[in-house]
C-alpha cells in the first residue's frame, strides 16, 4: 500500500515521539502541582507554548491548547458569540470551512443567531467581496477557512481580515489543513483567531491550539479549575502538548524544503496521470492558489473508492456511491461539481516522507486501476 492521504492525518514524527515519551514515562505530574514532578510538567507545557506560538508569529500568552481543531473551532464560535453576543447576532462562514465550523454554526443558529454561509466561485475560492456583501450592523464573526481540507484551495484571508477590522468585526480561520505546510503568521493574516489541529504535522491526535489575540475575549466551553488563563479547564494534556510542541518547531525548520518537495512531487504526479488520460482528467481548484502537497483530480468513468480499492492506494474520495447514488461531499458540492464528475474524484495528499519512487509507483498503480475499470 502506499499513504497519500496526509490532509486526513500523519504519522507521529520520530523527532515528535522521542521529545514526548519523557512525559509518557518519567515527568507523570500534574502541571499544577508545586513539587518537582509538576514543575517538570509545567514547564514543558510553557515550552511547548512557545514554540506553537513561534510558528504562528504570536506570543505565547495568546496560544490556548484544546484537543484537537474540533474543539479549538467550537471554542472560537461559541466562545466569541457567548462573549461578544451572548443575546443573538449574525455570524458568517464559508461553504468552504470543515464541518467542525458548520456544525457549530448551525448550533448557534438553533439557539437563536443569524447566519451566512458565504458560497465559494467554481475554482473553490471565498472572494473578500462576497464576504463584505453579508456583513451587517448585527456581526460578531467572520470565520473563512484557511486552507480547504480537500482541493486544498487557499483562502484570501489576509483581505478578508481587512475588509472585516474595517467593518469592527472578529475574524477566525481555521489553519488545520495549512499549518506546517505553508507560512502561517497571524500577524500577516491579520486574523483575532486561528485554529490548528497538530496530527495535521505529525503530532499525536488529541492535542490541538487556538490563537486568540490579545484584548479579544472568549466565554470557555469548559469550567473547572481555570486552566489555560480561564478559557479552557481540564487537567493538561502533557505528552500531547509537548509533542505538539515539538512538531510545531520540527515544521518551523523545515517549512521552505517541505513545501518545494511536495510541489514537485505534486506536480509529477499529475503529469503523471494526464500523460495517460489526458485532458478529461479534471483538476479541482487548478486555476487558484493550492496547498503545495495537495491535488484533487476527477478520474472519468468510474467511481473514486473502486478505483482506489483496486490500485491499493490510501487515498481519499469526494462522494459515496450507493446504490446508484452519488452523495456528494461539501467541497464537491460548493463548487458545483456534476454528481457525475464527482463520483470519480480522488484527494491525493503528499507528506514529508512520500518519495518519488512512491509517486510514481501510486501513478501507475491508479492508471493502471482506471484503465481496467474502463474494460
Known sequence: MIYLDYNATTPVAPEVRQ???????????????????????????????????????????EIVFTSGGTESNNLALQGIARQHAPQGGHLVVSSLDHRSIIEPA?????????????????????????VEAAL????????VVHANNEIGTIQPIRQISHLCRSAGVLVHTDAAQSAGKIPVRVEELGV??????????????????????????????????GQEAGRRAGTENVPGIVGLGAAARLAAGRLDQYGT????????????LREVIGESLSINGQNAERLPNTLSV????????????????????????????????????????????ARGTV????????????VDRAADWLLAAWESLQE
Do not use: M
Open 106 to 130: 448551525r448550533f448557534l443558529e438553533s439557539q437563536g443567531y443569524q447566519l451566512t454561509i458565504v458560497p465559494c466561485t467554481p475554482e473553490g475560492v471565498i472572494e473578500p467581496e462576497a
Open 298 to 341: 476527477n478520474f472519468p468513468g468510474v467511481v473514486g473508492s473502486e478505483l482506489l480499492e483496486r490500485a491499493g492506494v490510501y487515498a481519499s474520495t469526494g462522494a459515496a456511491c450507493h446504490a446508484g447514488l452519488t452523495s456528494l461531499s461539501p467541497t464537491s458540492a460548493a463548487i458545483g461539481l456534476a454528481p457525475e464528475v
Open 192 to 225: 483575532d483567531l486561528l485554529s490548528l489541529a497538530g496530527h495535521k504535522f505529525y503530532a499525536p491526535k488529541g492535542a490541538g491550539a487556538l490563537y486568540v489575540r490579545r484584548g479579544v475575549f472568549l466565554s470557555p466551553l469548559l469550567h473547572g479549575s
Open 136 to 143: 451587517r450592523p448585527d456581526t460578531f464573526l467572520v470565520s
Open 19 to 61: 521529545t514526548l515519551l519523557p512525559f509518557l514515562e518519567e515527568h507523570f505530574g500534574n502541571p499544577a502541582s508545586t513539587h518537582p514532578l509538576g514543575r517538570a510538567c509545567r514547564q514543558g507545557v510553557e515550552d511547548a507554548r512557545a514554540r506553537v506560538a513561534r510558528l504562528l508569529g504570536a506570543e505565547p500568552d
Open 261 to 272: 518537495q511536495v510541489l514537485l512531487l505534486h506536480e509529477r504526479l499529475a503529469t503523471r
Open 347 to 358: 484527494r491525493l495528499s503528499l507528506g514529508w516522507e512520500t518519495t518519488e519512487e512512491e
